[in-house]
């Protein structure tokens, strides 16, 4: 059964909080990305509560939790700082990390600390970040792919939102990634209902407007950004990558060169599956994470 709680956290933010398994179990913190919330993972709680503590926040600016309106307030090095105060909060002193879409992005940004506390990291269509930047300068398909952003970050972007319709935006957003048939009509409701909070919106698109991510227009030759052209630190931590074949945003060069990028990583691909994986083939994801997540599940049990 899932808990909720209003959990406030050192970072000056009060985040809603999806509880659900036992606690004397291993923790997992799982990272949602946008537009979503907690939900992301309500395909994979079911197959994965009888193993380990699962804990699924709302991050800052999304559904139940706070909803900052500045910009400031959503710079990546806050965004990660929320993850182990979370962790602090619930008193968990070692934890896995899952991650998928900007979830994922805080999740690599969490494993590049090197903090002892991250023991696993997994990451479900969610670029690391040299791979991405460096994809968003080299590669056309996935430049064209990512001029979403820059929408996203233009001023005034979500009052065209509130005056195009929520439920249109839904149409826009989902249509392209997955059957809508597979989205019921109670989650599209949620969905709008969280949407439409007063700033809720605007608090969703500063996780755009937060990041230094440059997006190039089509057709411009740009330079490398000077962090790519420095030796840049790698995920130390075992890593699992799981990628939907069939993303239209987030396309498979993602998952080149990532060998160079950590110690320890394994890729799975599923063939059939898109961006919103954790829900559109909950079961695929599931069956990656558990054993990956239960290598120290069997580990705690044995020390024991």
Avoid at 41 to 51: A, N
Avoid at 121 to 148: C, E, G, M, T
Avoid at 221 to 245: C, E, H, N, Y
């Amino acid at each position: 059964m899932t808990e909720f709680r209003k959990i406030a956290l050192s970072t000056g933010v009060t985040l809603n909080v999806a509880l659900a398994g036992n606690p004397a179990h291993p923790p997992v913190i799982l990272l949602h990305g946008f537009p979503e919330s907690h939900r992301t993972w309500r395909e994979v709680t079911p197959r994965l509560e009888d193993r380990f503590f699962l804990v699924m926040p709302d991050q800052r600016g999304f559904a139940g939790s706070d909803l900052p309106q500045d910009v400031e307030d959503y710079k990546t090095d806050l965004l990660i700082d929320d993850i182990f105060a979370l962790a602090d909060a619930l008193r968990i002193e070692r934890f896995a990390l899952v991650g998928h879409d900007w979830g994922g992005a805080i999740a690599w940004g969490a494993a590049l600390r090197h903090d002892p506390r991250l023991t696993r990291l997994a990451i479900v269509n969610a670029p690391h970040p040299v791979a991405f930047q460096k994809s968003l300068i080299d590669n056309a398909a996935q430049r064209a792919a990512s001029q979403y952003i820059t929408a996203f970050r233009t001023p005034g972007f979500e009052k065209a939102v509130k005056a195009m319709g929520y439920d249109a935006f839904f149409e826009k957003t989902f249509a392209r990634h997955v059957d809508l048939s597979k989205i019921s009509e109670a989650e599209k409701r949620q969905y709008v209902a969280d949407w439409s909070q007063p700033g809720a919106f605007n608090a969703m698109l500063n996780w755009y407007r937060g990041s230094r991510v440059i997006v190039p227009p089509p057709g411009i030759t740009v330079p490398l950004p000077d962090f790519l052209l420095r030796a840049f630190p790698k995920v130390r931590v075992p890593t699992l990558v799981i990628w939907g074949m069939q993303d239209k945003a987030l396309l498979p060069v993602q998952l080149d060169g990532l060998d160079d990028l950590i110690d320890d990583v394994k890729i799975v691909r599923l063939q059939d599956a898109g961006h919103f994986a954790p829900w559109e083939s909950g079961d695929q994801v599931s069956a990656a994470l558990q054993p990956f997540l239960g290598v120290d599940a069997v580990a705690s049990a044995a020390a024991s």
